[in-house]
């Protein structure tokens, strides 16, 4: 089952500090050429090499196969498909010098107010902030996905977070959350997902944290989107910004 929203929209001033943080100098392509109707175009080709050099452990052919999968499904050209995935997952980036993520994740999550409560923490990967996502899946008891476990339960005392970090309420009632709980259960030992630009598969036989925590509510009986931004791919930071989520707690 595929999951999405409408994609964002992005201004002029957006999009010029998305490249200058990503150092990329891509001319705007010409969306009216029959090519880039197809994933294998210079235009597209180009988006995804730059995207490559953000996304350790995803292979070309992966994320060529995401696009084209994307475009059928969205009815979208794939040079469409792949600029709004890049620019996205610059966006939900930021340098690891200003996020805090060179802290040690030492800390233990307080009891959460609600099972079903959310968790966000600095993690980052090649000197680039995104965090990480997990859920509360009992007052004791955390599921999250990771590379060197996949998706997984662990106890509260097991989990540590940095400085920074902070608890999410999901502002619904205690049955969606239990819903989305029980489904969220549904994915352990499913193998980490490295692709977050393109993750927006609520079923996916892959998963990485915020894709976990999202298909877990939007696939259950919650039918709850907690990307708080659309696009292609969520990310930990879009779930921070949904209007389903608040905070209440930070390290």
């Given at each position: 089952?595929?999951?999405?929203?409408h994609?964002?929209?992005?201004t002029i001033?957006?999009?010029a500090?998305?490249?200058?943080f990503?150092g990329?100098n891509?001319?705007?392509?010409?969306?009216?050429?029959s090519?880039?109707l197809t994933t294998?175009?210079?235009?597209?080709?180009?988006?995804?090499?730059?995207m490559?050099q953000?996304?350790p452990n995803v292979?070309?052919?992966?994320?060529?196969?995401?696009?084209?999968?994307?475009?059928?499904?969205?009815?979208?050209?794939?040079l469409?498909?792949a600029?709004?995935a890049?620019?996205?997952?610059?966006?939900?980036q930021?340098?690891?010098?200003?996020s805090?993520?060179?802290?040690t994740a030492?800390?233990?999550?307080?009891?959460?107010?609600?099972?079903?409560?959310l968790?966000?923490?600095?993690?980052?990967?090649?000197?680039?902030q995104?965090g990480h996502?997990?859920?509360?899946?009992?007052?004791?008891q955390?599921?999250?996905s990771t590379?060197?476990?996949?998706?997984?339960?662990?106890t509260?005392k097991?989990?540590k977070?940095?400085?920074?970090?902070?608890?999410?309420?999901?502002?619904t009632t205690?049955?969606?959350?239990?819903?989305?709980?029980?489904r969220?259960?549904?994915?352990?030992?499913?193998?980490?997902?490295y692709?977050?630009?393109?993750?927006?598969d609520?079923?996916g036989?892959?998963?990485?944290c915020?894709q976990?925590?999202?298909?877990a509510?939007?696939s259950?009986a919650?039918k709850?989107?907690?990307?708080?931004t659309g696009g292609?791919?969520?990310?930990?930071?879009d779930?921070?910004?949904s209007?389903?989520t608040s905070k209440y707690?930070?390290?």
């Amino acid at each position: 089952m595929k999951c999405r929203k409408h994609y964002f929209q992005t201004t002029i001033c957006t999009a010029a500090a998305v490249l200058m943080f990503a150092g990329a100098n891509v001319a705007q392509a010409d969306t009216t050429t029959s090519d880039n109707l197809t994933t294998d175009s210079p235009a597209v080709s180009a988006i995804l090499n730059d995207m490559l050099q953000y996304m350790p452990n995803v292979s070309y052919d992966e994320l060529e196969q995401s696009v084209a999968f994307e475009s059928q499904a969205s009815q979208m050209s794939p040079l469409d498909v792949a600029e709004a995935a890049r620019q996205e997952m610059f966006a939900n980036q930021m340098p690891v010098a200003n996020s805090g993520a060179e802290q040690t994740a030492n800390i233990t999550p307080i009891t959460p107010k609600y099972v079903g409560d959310l968790l966000w923490t600095p993690a980052h990967t090649l000197f680039v902030q995104h965090g990480h996502s997990a859920m509360y899946t009992a007052k004791d008891q955390i599921i999250e996905s990771t590379p060197e476990a996949g998706v997984h339960l662990l106890t509260r005392k097991k989990m540590k977070v940095s400085k920074t970090a902070y608890n999410l309420k999901v502002n619904t009632t205690q049955t969606k959350r239990n819903a989305a709980v029980a489904r969220s259960k549904k994915f352990v030992r499913r193998a980490y997902n490295y692709n977050f630009a393109l993750n927006k598969d609520s079923n996916g036989s892959k998963m990485n944290c915020s894709q976990l925590v999202w298909a877990a509510y939007i696939s259950s009986a919650a039918k709850i989107d907690l990307d708080g931004t659309g696009g292609p791919g969520v990310y930990p930071l879009d779930i921070t910004a949904s209007s389903y989520t608040s905070k209440y707690h930070t390290y």
